[in-house]
T-cell receptor, first 117, second 112 residues
Framework: GAVVSQHPSWVICKSGTSVKIECRSLDFQATTMFWYRQFPKQSLMLMATSNEGSKATYEQGVEKDKFLINHASLTLSTLTVTSAHPEDSSFYIC?????????????FGPGTRLTVL | DAKTTQPPSMDCAEGRAANLPCNHSTISGNEYVYWYRQIHSQGPQYIIHGLKNNETNEMASLIITEDRKSSTLILPHATLRDTAVYYCIVRVRSNSGYALNFGKGTSLLVTP
């Protein structure tokens, strides 16, 4: 199947700092990428949808100025958590949509564990 | 997307078949049934999907009732590595550009 990678797999940072998470589609082009957040013992919650070359669409309750998303190419999207606080500690998962042929569908990265001290 | 209902948890003995049910009584004619699973601290993994016919792949089988209001995911010979949260999602085919929305899923525990 299609492969999606994330970097870093985990990060610990101090409160007030910014953290960037990268999401890459390794063997396919993704015109659309999605960012999810998952708190312990809860399901995945969609944060935003990004299309290559355009602004991301954020879900209700997600601050666009705090969670900056850049989808500059067909294989890379980044999520920057600005001025992180302990309540931003979570498991962040990206997903990329492949279209056409045998690789159509939505594929997920392995996730990034963010801990804010 | 149609709402789905799954039991919160299930147990299964290793080597036995795991049958995970999902109710989707409000499914529309153009909506597919997708199954994903999430092993602890990993991203979701695609398992299988179907429209109305039963489907089988190397991971699992999907049985959809004739009225399409419910389905069952079958893991024929469960192993300890199949312990995960299993999500049943109903939606139009995923090339629509919209994200998959996850419910609470079923937490499957495979025991030795």
């Amino acid at each position: 199947g299609a492969v999606v990678s994330q970097h870093p797999s985990w990060v610990i940072c101090k409160s007030g700092t910014s953290v960037k998470i990268e999401c890459r589609s390794l063997d396919f082009q993704a015109t659309t990428m999605f960012w999810y957040r998952q708190f312990p013992k809860q399901s995945l919650m969609l944060m935003a949808t990004s299309n290559e070359g355009s602004k991301a669409t954020y879900e209700q309750g997600v601050e666009k100025d705090k969670f900056l998303i850049n989808h500059a190419s067909l294989t890379l999207s980044t999520l920057t958590v600005t001025s992180a606080h302990p309540e931003d500690s979570s498991f962040y998962i990206c997903s990329a949509r492949a279209s056409g042929g045998t690789r159509s569908g939505q594929f997920f990265g392995p996730g990034t564990r963010l801990t804010v001290l | 997307d149609a709402k789905t209902t799954q039991p919160p948890s299930m147990d299964c003995a290793e080597g036995r078949a795991a049958n995970l049910p999902c109710n989707h009584s409000t499914i529309s004619g153009n909506e597919y049934v997708y199954w994903y699973r999430q092993i602890h601290s990993q991203g979701p993994q695609y398992i299988i999907h179907g429209l109305k016919n039963n489907e089988t792949n190397e991971m699992a089988s999907l049985i959809i009732t004739e009225d399409r209001k419910s389905s069952t995911l079958i893991l024929p010979h469960a192993t300890l590595r199949d312990t995960a949260v299993y999500y049943c999602i109903v939606r139009v085919r995923s090339n629509s550009g919209y994200a998959l929305n996850f419910g609470k899923g079923t937490s499957l525990l495979v025991t030795p």
